[in-house]
């Protein structure tokens, strides 16, 4: 068994925090020396993550049910992730020989932790970028019956980031509004939280090297761009049904800058179409691949929409009051802003003015396209980590 890193003190970092026993006994037991009839596992893969690791510990430390050990998985770190993880009570796994990113760091980290769990004992994957809300854990396990394989989050963006940021935050807004409305049924297990069975993920690697997935031998995907979306189908594929309850809510870093915004969502774009092309049309891929041409369709009636009205207002001017048009663009308004409104006056403001969102649709399309256009032309798309 790989052992863990040794502990260095640091300078601790403001917030609740276990007592110095609860979190030495956790910094240095084994997984087989956990107590209890149902156990929680957490494993935070991280890559020099020194900035954001204390906070993502504390928060789970904070959860109405503590997990029962914490483990941040470092991978190829040369900061002090390890150290300040340490300090803040989690133990320290150092992934060796990794070269397939966080789904390799976490094939490692669950490889060794698994077999000190029974079958209906939990582990929570989480992203080190990603504070839980203090209900996450009781809420997820609460949602957990024969029929649910895994429980994922729904996230929402920190604070900052400029005007950038806000758009991030009405999108991720709209999105749990849309779970909460289809009852929390997961379109994906989010890398930013998502708790499994222990034997969900058994049965997931046996269905790999049986060949009825694809992915490597692994746990995850080694061959997907976007590990959480492929684990989700393959989830599915074994029967199981994703949720994503209104209480697993998780605040998750937004990119800052529209550079890394782009690579992003690239990378997520294209790994979605890239794991349909791999899984094929399925049962469980149907409404995926319904999706992905919905999105396409709209996309394309949207950039046909605004030719259209730039001709003719070049040709003809601004066209007349129309009392139907005028009746559907408020509804369209009115749901844009009634779906951010959680998301403060702010982004109702800018929902209400309609350009500014309309112009990072216009930036979606853009990414939607790239990618189809680089999954056609089999261009290969790099893991860039933001």
């Not at 087989?32 to 510990?57: C, F, Q, Y």
């Amino acid at each position: 068994m790989h052992h863990p890193a040794e502990t260095t003190a640091v300078a601790p970092v403001a917030g609740p925090r276990p007592s110095r026993r609860h979190a030495a006994r956790r910094a240095h037991a084994a997984p087989d020396e956990l107590d209890g009839p149902l156990r929680l596992v957490v494993l935070i893969p991280a890559h020099n993550e020194e900035d954001r690791i204390a906070h993502a510990v504390q928060g789970l430390w904070r959860q109405t049910r503590r997990p029962d050990l914490i483990v941040v998985v470092c991978d190829n770190c040369t900061d002090a992730t390890a150290e300040i993880a340490a300090a803040h009570g989690a133990q320290v796994f150092h992934t060796q020989g990794n070269t397939h990113k966080k789904a390799g760091a976490l094939n490692q980290a669950i490889a060794w932790v698994l077999p000190h769990l029974e079958e209906r004992d939990l582990l929570l994957v989480q992203d080190a970028d990603t504070v839980l809300d203090p209900w996450f854990n009781e809420t997820a396990m609460g949602t957990f019956n024969r029929k649910v394989g895994a429980v994922g989050g729904v996230f929402y963006g920190e604070e900052g980031g400029g005007f950038l940021g806000l758009l991030q935050r009405m999108e991720f807004h709209r999105y749990a509004w849309e779970l909460e409305r289809s009852g929390g049924k997961a379109q994906v297990l989010t890398g930013t939280g998502t708790m499994f069975r222990a034997r969900v993920l058994r049965e997931v690697r046996v269905a790999r090297r049986a060949g009825v997935i694809g992915g490597g031998n692994g746990y995850y995907s080694l061959a997907s761009l976007t590990e959480d979306d492929e684990m989700t189908k393959a989830v599915k594929t074994l029967g199981y049904r994703a949720m994503s309850p209104a209480g697993c809510a998780v605040t998750t870093e937004v990119m800052p800058t529209l550079g890394k915004l782009w690579h992003q969502r690239l990378r997520w774009q294209r790994g979605a179409l890239e794991n349909l092309r791999d899984y094929g049309w399925t049962r469980v891929t149907a409404r995926y691949f319904l999706q992905q041409f919905m999105m396409g369709f709209g996309a394309l009636c949207f950039l046909v929409y605004l030719t259209y009205m730039a001709t003719y207002t070049t040709l003809y001017g601004w066209p007349g009051f129309s009392p139907f048009w005028t009746a559907i663009g408020l509804l369209f308004v009115v749901e844009k802003t009634v779906s951010v409104r959680r998301a403060g006056p702010r982004a109702v403001l800018v929902a209400a003015l309609m350009v500014p969102e309309m112009l990072y649709d216009l930036f979606q399309h853009a990414v939607y396209f790239t990618s189809l256009w680089g999954l056609v032309r089999r261009s290969e798309e790099k893991w860039v980590a933001t």
